[in-house]
């Protein structure tokens, strides 16, 4: 079976740092894109970060600069290292799977077909 | 590239017919996928690239669309399909969704 596990979420106060992990199991890790996907309570989804399977990465311009992703795929994990966190990255974070399920995809995916269950990262004094 | 979703919010009764629209800012081919998500659970991938329907989901789930103009149909609404709906292009950096469409019992 799939399964993504994201864990290292907690309090934050603001400025500091959290680092998030995400334990990828039942797919060969290695092969695919992995995201962050992020969701205030209550309000919609917003993409954060995308490492390919190459290890090419992207950001949103709210991350860009503070945020950092990165991917170990011998212990097939995925991180989010986020810096100079503001009270607005106070929000639920997922990991997720991206796939190409076309012959071509111009940002490598065209589908995030498995989500973790998510962890809460609050920024608060 | 801006997603619109309408209506924000769709009022309906087991059995009817529903239409979500997801409109494009500017021209994303068909990479575009559809979303579910209830309370308190991640989302579940329902459609991809525009009209695919992702494996294990229901056959009343339909999509439609290219370009700019995209909708989402549920032929005959069942009560596990009140939830929020979204959609995503996946055709340029930055991935962006649209703001949700939350589908409640009349």
């Known amino acids: 079976e799939f399964q993504l596990v994201e864990s290292g979420g907690g309090l934050v106060q603001p400025g500091g740092s959290l680092r998030l992990s995400c334990a990828a199991s039942?797919?060969?890790?290695?092969?695919?894109?992995m995201h962050w996907v992020r969701q205030v309570t209550g309000k919609g989804l917003e993409w954060v970060s995308t490492i390919g399977s190459a290890g090419d990465t992207y950001y949103s311009d709210s991350v860009k600069g503070r945020f950092t992703i990165s991917r170990e795929n011998a212990n097939n994990s995925l991180y989010l290292q986020m810096n100079s966190l503001r009270a607005e990255d106070t929000a639920v974070y997922y990991c997720?799977?991206?796939?190409?399920?076309?012959?071509?995809?111009?940002?490598?995916?065209?589908?995030?077909?498995?989500w973790g269950q998510g962890t809460i990262v609050t920024v608060s004094s | 590239i801006q997603l619109t979703q309408s209506p924000s919010f769709l009022s309906a009764s087991v059995g009817d017919r529903v239409s979500i629209t997801c409109r494009a800012s500017q021209d994303i081919n068909s990479f575009l996928a559809w979303y579910q998500q209830k309370p308190g659970t991640a989302p579940k991938l329902l459609i991809y690239?525009?009209?695919t329907l992702q494996s294990g989901v229901p056959s009343r789930f339909s999509g439609s669309g290219s370009g700019t103009e995209f909708t989402l149909t549920i032929s005959s609404l069942q009560p596990e399909d009140f939830a929020t709906y979204y959609c995503?292009?996946?055709?340029?950096?930055?991935?962006?969704f649209g703001g949700g469409t939350k589908v409640e019992i009349k």
């Open positions: 690239a525009a009209s």
């Open positions: 995503q292009q996946l055709n340029n950096f930055p991935l962006t």
């Open positions: 997720v799977r991206g796939d190409c399920y076309g012959i071509t995809c111009y940002t490598g995916v065209d589908a995030l077909d498995i």
């Open positions: 039942g797919f060969t890790f290695n092969s695919y894109d």
